[in-house]
């Protein structure tokens, strides 16, 4: 039996890994190519060959992944591209090509998110009050937001799902604190798209109507989310007022804030793609901003900034990798509501929010250009939507 649970564990690796270190450390990712190695190993070992030619036949996530990979690969030595971003994908890609999916439990997937909200909820508090930073955090709070904002996702996913009250109130408990985190993290847009997936969440559930809840359990729910909404209002409000005037500023025409400044980058993006709408400009883009100040068409404020994106990841892809990594990003997020046809309702629910954040979130950053965010993103549509035996991942 401690075989078994030592095999599973490292199989599980990079997932325990996501659920933990990458919460803590600034180049978790890093780490996370090591942990994909040893399951990657420890699968082959256990199984041969056996899954890994079951997932390249079947997994069309991974026949999605392949394709960006190559492209990536040849926009790299093309005209440059992130060495992380592309590490991240194949890396990936190849725990999608090894993983037998069928390990990843309803059990399993409960602990991970109850150990993935904790972790997240004590490094934003501590980081926010204890230490008194606000959001100056060791790791880039908009990346953060987003990963605790999918952890809230699929905690309250696993909530709405569940037949047994110990586990609605752990994994509701679980949807509080990581809530209550992505509300520390003052990300605007990942609250944007956090809206949004709980609204796409409550649209699904008025039209499948296949889970019950209870009237004692939506008045406790209420409660909880009430209380936690008076203690983050001074968080909000300040957030809200901050936007107000980034707002006005605009309106006086200011576009030095920080608002202002992202309309700039998506402004300057038809003037960086002119001539290079197909394959993009890679790291390039940076001489033509260069050029683009000289010749008076962007303002110092932008030229000052050299952003290393442009703050919404549509722009940031077609900028860099073109249409054709334009198309590519829309398939990546496309290609999982498309593979739901066969898929439990606790799938349903994972894939839809999931999606839904990272495609409002993109509205306003790069959730495809962090390591920890495509992690996220992979790692629970590519490997839980194509678990199969549904009865692993769900009580219908």
Not at 144 to 152: D, N, R
Not at 171 to 200: D, H, K, N, Q
Not at 228 to 236: C, G, H, M, N, V
Not at 335 to 348: C, D, G, I, V
Request: hydrophobic share 50%; net charge positive; aromatic share 12%.
């Amino acid at each position: 039996m401690f075989k078994k649970h030592l095999v599973n564990g490292l199989i599980l690796l990079p997932f325990i890994w996501l659920s933990t270190g990458m919460l803590i450390l600034r180049n978790g990712d890093k780490t996370m190519v090591a942990m994909i190695i040893i399951s990657l190993i420890t699968t082959i070992v256990v199984y041969g060959l056996t899954t890994l030619k079951r997932n390249l036949s079947t997994n069309k996530m991974l026949w999605l992944q392949l394709i960006i990979c190559s492209y990536f690969l040849f926009s790299y030595y093309y005209h440059g591209l992130s060495s992380r971003e592309i590490r991240t994908f194949i890396a990936a890609s190849l725990f999608l090509a090894a993983f037998p999916s069928s390990l990843l439990t309803r059990k399993i997937v409960i602990i991970f998110t109850i150990i993935s909200a904790g972790v997240s909820f004590c490094y934003a508090f501590y980081f926010t009050f204890y230490l008194g930073l606000g959001r100056s955090w060791p790791l880039n709070p908009i990346p953060y937001g987003t990963m605790l904002a999918a952890i809230s996702l699929i905690a309250l996913s696993l909530c709405l799902t569940s037949i047994n009250n110990k586990e609605k109130v752990v994994t509701f408990l679980a949807f509080i604190l990581s809530g209550y985190g992505l509300i520390m993290s003052e990300s605007r847009g990942v609250w944007l798209g956090f809206i949004f997936s709980l609204a796409s969440i409550f649209v699904f559930f008025i039209t499948t109507k296949k889970i019950v809840i209870t009237w004692r359990s939506v008045v406790i729910a209420l409660i909880l989310i009430s209380g936690i909404s008076i203690i983050s209002k001074p968080l909000i409000s300040q957030r809200l007022s901050q936007t107000h005037q980034e707002y006005n500023d605009i309106q006086s025409g200011d576009l030095n804030t920080s608002i202002g400044l992202r309309l700039q980058m998506w402004l300057s993006a038809p003037m960086l793609i002119e001539h290079h709408e197909l394959l993009g400009q890679g790291n390039q883009y940076l001489t033509s901003l260069d050029n683009l100040y000289h010749q008076g068409r962007i303002s110092q404020s932008l030229y000052k900034a050299q952003p290393p994106h442009f703050h919404n990841q549509y722009v940031d892809y077609i900028v860099k990798k073109g249409i054709i990594g334009l198309i590519l990003l829309l398939c990546l997020l496309i290609l999982p509501l498309r593979l739901l046809k066969n898929a439990s309702t606790l799938q349903h629910y994972i894939t839809i929010s999931l999606v839904s954040l990272f495609a409002v979130a993109s509205l306003t950053d790069v959730p495809f250009n962090h390591g920890q965010t495509i992690f996220m993103y992979i790692f629970w549509l590519g490997c839980f939507i194509t678990t199969s035996n549904n009865e692993h991942v769900n009580h219908d």
